[in-house]
């Protein structure tokens, strides 16, 4: 069952944490995979990569298999292909509070080609995403430009799709089924705009927008809200969250790439975000790279933070206490902080002279969550409702593939 939601030399899709493991954003996550690496006048090479990713934190495990393949035809056309799997198993304070444990697996599939013509490069592009509960299709488009002398690459991006919401339900033989009453659709436009400028011999500036509008069945048909109830139970009742059903996100980024004398590259990037629903972000990041003989070495620092919806609470005063009302934690406020080390290792391919060049590539990520107002509802019996210790979650991210150019 679908319960939970969610807000370096890597080519393959990152596994990510439960707060941004939505089935609408991890397709948006493979749809960056696909389409971030073209460049307007250079088709991306021959090249295959196979991944194992691993995420476990908050009593959830993320893990499986992801491949991806890119094939130029000619001078003018590169197709794609990919395939992407999450096996999730989780028993999430959520799950704790609302549900019992459980297991799935979500499969993404996704094609894509582009078209290079003079200094103009057309991408097109279909992923579908499929899972016990939730299915998503995307269609996504782009046409990116060169200009200036080469020095200016100017892209924009759009993006569509179509999701279809189930809610599984145990029956009394314990099997598990769709609930035959309850099945939603949401709606998902996405419009991009990127601007790569060559700033000097060493430094390139990015600057990236992007607008996503939202309509439809928005909530998590699992997670709950509480209000309090004294003298029952442990003093609350929990009760469906009510979403509205559009949202309106506007996001824009600024990175700086310098390139140093000795092999390396120094990186930052601020992106700020707002939406309809009341949510303010900030994310600021620095990376750094160092090429070593046949090894590459990168590190990652990442600081997030977010206000919380207009109509999240962790804990309501009494039922029906507004029209919206959320308890979904991706929607409260909290800061995190994200520490990730790779390394990467050319190596030759005896008896394979069709493999031009091979990597071999590992890394891991170590992500902690500090929610201001979401808390431990676990806690009640010992603390009171509404005085439960805030939640924290501490995650751990791996992964190690393999990529080929032929």
């Not at 998503?136 to 179509?162: E, P």
């Not at 590190?299 to 005063?317: E, H, I």
């Not at 990520?365 to 805030?390: C, M, Q, S, V, W």
Request: hydrophobic residues 35%; aromatic residues 16%.
């Amino acid at each position: 069952m679908q319960l939970e939601q969610g807000t370096g030399a890597s080519r393959p899709a990152r596994a990510v944490p439960d707060t941004v493991l939505t089935p609408f954003n991890r397709t948006l996550l493979a749809l960056c995979v696909i389409v971030a690496p073209a460049l307007a006048g250079v088709l991306p090479e021959d090249r295959a990569d196979v991944m194992w990713h691993n995420y476990n934190g908050g009593d959830i495990t993320v893990q499986g298999p992801s491949v991806l393949v890119q094939k130029r035809v000619g001078e003018s056309f590169a197709f794609s292909a990919g395939y992407y799997e999450d096996m999730i198993s989780s028993a999430s304070i959520d799950v704790k509070l609302s549900a019992s444990p459980y297991h799935e697996t979500r499969k993404q599939q996704n094609v894509g080609v582009e078209y290079l013509h003079g200094k103009t490069t057309y991408a097109m592009g279909y992923i579908h995403s499929k899972e016990p509960d939730y299915i998503a299709n995307t269609t996504f488009y782009s046409i990116s430009q060169d200009m200036f002398g080469d020095l200016t690459t100017v892209t924009l991006g759009y993006r569509r799709a179509w999701d279809q919401i189930y809610r599984d339900v145990k029956q009394p033989d314990g099997e598990i089924i769709n609930d035959p009453t309850f099945h939603e659709r949401a709606d998902h436009r996405g419009y991009t705009l990127s601007v790569s400028q060559i700033l000097t011999r060493n430094l390139i500036a990015d600057f990236n927008y992007e607008l996503l509008t939202d309509q439809g069945y928005l909530a998590n048909p699992y997670r709950k809200i509480r209000y309090l109830s004294p003298g029952q139970g442990q003093g609350f009742t929990l009760a469906d969250q009510v979403y509205p059903n559009t949202r309106t996100s506007n996001a824009a980024s600024i990175q700086l790439k310098y390139y140093l004398s000795w092999r390396a590259a120094l990186s930052g990037q601020y992106r700020f975000f707002r939406d309809t629903w009341g949510i303010v972000a900030h994310t600021i990041e620095g990376n750094y790279t160092q090429a070593w003989r046949h090894w590459v070495f990168d590190g990652t620092l990442r600081w997030y933070r977010q206000t919380n919806a207009d109509f999240y609470s962790d804990l309501f005063p009494y039922a029906n206490y507004q029209n919206f009302m959320a308890r979904d934690r991706e929607l409260a406020s909290f800061t995190d902080w994200t520490v990730g080390v790779g390394a990467s290792y050319q190596f030759n391919v005896p008896g394979a002279p069709w493999i031009s060049k091979s990597t071999a590539n590992v890394r891991f990520d170590h992500l902690f969550i500090d929610y201001k107002d979401f808390r431990n509802a676990l806690l009640a019996n010992e603390y009171g409702p509404g005085n439960e210790p805030l939640y924290k979650l501490n995650a751990n991210i791996f992964q190690i593939f393999v990529s080929i150019w032929f």
